[in-house]
Nanobody, 125 residues
Framework: QVQLGESGGGLVQAGGSLRLSCAASGRTGDTYRMGWFRQAPGKEREFVAACSWSGVVTEYSDSVKGRFTIVRDRNTMYLEMNSLELEDTAIYYC????????????????????WGQGTQVTVSS
């Protein structure tokens, strides 16, 4: 079992920055990859960013590329969000994958088997 807990969400003006944190505990040694997803009201949960177990390999959705940075430091994963836009408003979830698949990173929800409770990010004009 892996437990995940997000923090750092809040209200920010457009153009501002936030840093989300995800603390992992439990059997973190079984975690092969981690990621951030988000879900806006009335929309499906979507991929935001992912990193390999080491944090060296990363991948981003087109909508956040160049603005968001995913960082993994031991058992904590961060999402540094800059130049925030109104469309970034959503609940952000961190996720961990212990699945034995070949890919170092994954953008697919189905590849992740542990999820945090989510943290709200609201961007205002």
């Amino acid at each position: 079992q892996v437990q995940l807990g997000e923090s750092g969400g809040g209200l920010v003006q457009a153009g501002g920055s936030l840093r989300l944190s995800c603390a992992a505990s439990g059997r973190t040694g079984d975690t092969y990859r981690m990621g951030w997803f988000r879900q806006a009201p009335g929309k499906e949960r979507e991929f935001v960013a992912a990193c390999s177990w080491s944090g060296v390999v990363t991948e981003y959705s087109d909508s956040v590329k160049g603005r968001f940075t995913i960082v993994r430091d031991r058992n904590t994963m961060y999402l540094e969000m800059n130049s925030l836009e109104l469309e970034d408003t959503a609940i952000y979830y961190c996720a961990a994958s212990t699945r034995a698949i070949a890919a170092l990173v994954s953008t697919q929800l189905s590849d992740y088997d542990y999820w945090g409770q989510g943290t709200q990010v609201t961007v205002s004009s």
